[in-house]
């Protein structure tokens, strides 16, 4: 059973363009979660999609953006990249369980730098 | 809104003996979660253990219990017997209930000792 993939693993990018990250869940999960996590710091919240839409969302500007499909993968989107994006994008993916926990199950990750 | 604070940026421990990596939470939400994953330099986040605010025992998974003390505001992680594979960055959080963000602290970094 495979886990959460993220694709690519390492991503150099030129200030101003876009880029877009892709992630797999895992077997039997239906939510994927983003989040973005600067050098030395945790990870921080950018948003989370359930049934191909997004469900909730942390304090990111417009320039994030995603989707999910049907098959469940997502992939987040970055407009017009500022160095301040530089950082390790990681997915995690999770059953959606109403009123009780859900482990969330992480992906390795996608470093994108910015030059 | 959430808030989860590490105080403790490094810590060494030897191996074969037990570490405690302290964590404090603010929440306003009347159930909530609690948990702790570990990062290994390769990036990935390991889920090592989760405490729900209901639960009336501390948890506990093989050679990690979370010591949480609900009027402080706490969720301690304590590892016991450690191993050179336990040296990593580790993350305390709370969330995961139902669905919704998870919020990290800051992390701690464990350098195990042989």
């Known amino acids: 059973d495979a886990g959460v993939t993220q694709s690519p693993t390492h991503l150099i990018k030129t200030r101003g363009q876009q880029v877009t990250l892709r992630c797999s869940p895992k077997?039997?999960?239906?939510?994927v979660s983003w989040y973005q996590q600067a050098l030395g710091q945790g990870p921080q919240f950018i948003f989370q999609y359930y049934e191909e839409e997004e469900r909730q969302r942390g304090n990111f500007p417009d320039r994030f953006s995603g989707h999910q499909f049907p098959n469940y993968s997502s992939e987040l989107n970055v407009n017009a990249l500022l160095l301040g994006d530089s950082a390790l994008y990681l997915c995690?993916?999770?059953?959606?369980?109403?009123?009780?926990?859900?482990?969330?199950?992480f992906g390795q990750g996608t470093r994108l730098t910015v030059v | 809104a959430q808030k989860i604070t590490q105080t403790q940026p490094g810590m060494f421990v030897q191996e074969k003996e037990a570490v405690t990596l302290d964590c404090t939470y603010d929440t306003s939400d009347p159930s909530y979660g609690l948990f702790w994953y570990k990062q290994p330099s390769s990036g990935e986040m390991i889920f090592l253990i989760y405490?729900?605010?209901?639960?009336?025992q501390n948890a506990t998974e093989g050679r990690y219990s979370l010591n949480f003390q609900k009027a402080r505001k706490s969720a301690n992680l304590v590892i016991s017997a450690s191993q050179l594979g336990d040296s990593a960055m580790y993350f305390c959080g709370n969330g995961g209930t139902s669905y919704g963000k998870l919020t990290f602290g800051q992390g701690t970094i464990l350098t195990v000792h042989p």
């Open positions: 405490q729900g605010s209901y639960d009336q």
């Open positions: 995690a993916s999770s059953r959606s369980s109403p009123g009780g926990y859900t482990e969330a199950f």
């Open positions: 077997s039997g999960h239906d939510t």
